[in-house]
T-cell receptor, first 112, second 113 residues
Framework: NAGVTQTPKFQVLKTGQSMTLQCAQD?????MYWYRQDPGMGLRLIYY???????DKGEVPNGYNVSRLNKREFSLRLESAAPSQTSVYFC???????????FGSGTQLSVL | DQQVKQNSPSLSVQEGRISILNCDYT??????FLWYKKYPAEGPTFLIS?????DKNEDGRFTVFLNKSAKHLSLHIVPSQPGDSAVYFC????????????FGAGTQVVVTP
């Protein structure tokens, strides 16, 4: 009964390094999302994929790219990490776009 | 420009009493509202939702009230239990934003014995 699985749970990067956050869901959901959470702010949408084969920008897409690899997997890539990208990242999925979200446990990312 | 605001960052309540969490929004197009609960080191989990055609929705100890004219919703937890200690987020979406939920900053609830 895994739900939404994110890896890694923790990561420390140096400025300019790249990395990919992985997310997989086993609920056969059509839509997937990447959010970031910063202190004193709500979760902000980075990118989403309404269905397999589509991706769209959210509220804060700059500095990120995504890939919807298949129906189960949605990855988030930081090409050149910046300190402003220090945050907690959550992957989420939903049965369809606009329906309630199921979240992974998050990735704590620090960029030094 | 935060369209969903939770103005109380924290709330302390005694076990057995009522917890009332508030959420205000500015976008009159919002028609679907959700509450999420988050424990440390875990992702948010869905708690309860309400659509704009209703003004109240109940699920066990949790009730959400929606006042569209005031652009305000609230979550009531009765009675509060120690396991309710968590951060609570409200979220909202509009038909034209196609699933892009706007989240409030959260309210930390602490239930004391």
């Amino acid at each position: 009964n895994a739900g939404v699985t994110q890896t890694p749970k923790f990561q420390v990067l140096k400025t300019g390094q790249s990395m990919t956050l992985q997310c997989a869901q086993d609920m056969n959901h059509n839509s997937m999302y990447w959010y970031r959470q910063d202190p004193g702010m709500g979760l902000r949408l980075i990118y989403y994929s309404a269905s397999e084969g589509t991706t769209d920008k959210g509220e804060v897409p700059n500095g990120y790219n995504v890939s919807r690899l298949n129906k189960r997997e949605f990855s988030l890539r930081l090409e050149s990490a910046a300190p402003s990208q220090t945050s907690v990242y959550f992957c989420a999925s939903s049965e369809g776009i606009g329906e309630k979200l199921f979240f992974g446990s998050g990735t704590q990312l620090s960029v030094l | 420009d935060q369209q969903v605001k939770q103005n109380s960052p924290s709330l302390s309540v005694q076990e057995g009493r009522i917890s009332i969490l508030n959420c205000d929004y500015t976008n009159s197009m919002f028609d679907y509202f959700l509450w999420y609960k988050k424990y440390p080191a875990e992702g948010p989990t869905f708690l309860i939702s309400i659509s704009s055609i209703k003004d109240k929705n109940e699920d066990g100890r949790f009730t959400v009230f929606l006042n569209k004219s005031a652009k305000h919703l609230s979550l009531h937890i009765v009675p509060s239990q120690p396991g309710d200690s968590a951060v609570y987020f409200c979220a909202a979406s509009a038909p034209d934003s196609w699933g892009k939920f706007q989240f409030g900053a959260g309210t930390q609830v602490v239930v004391t014995p």
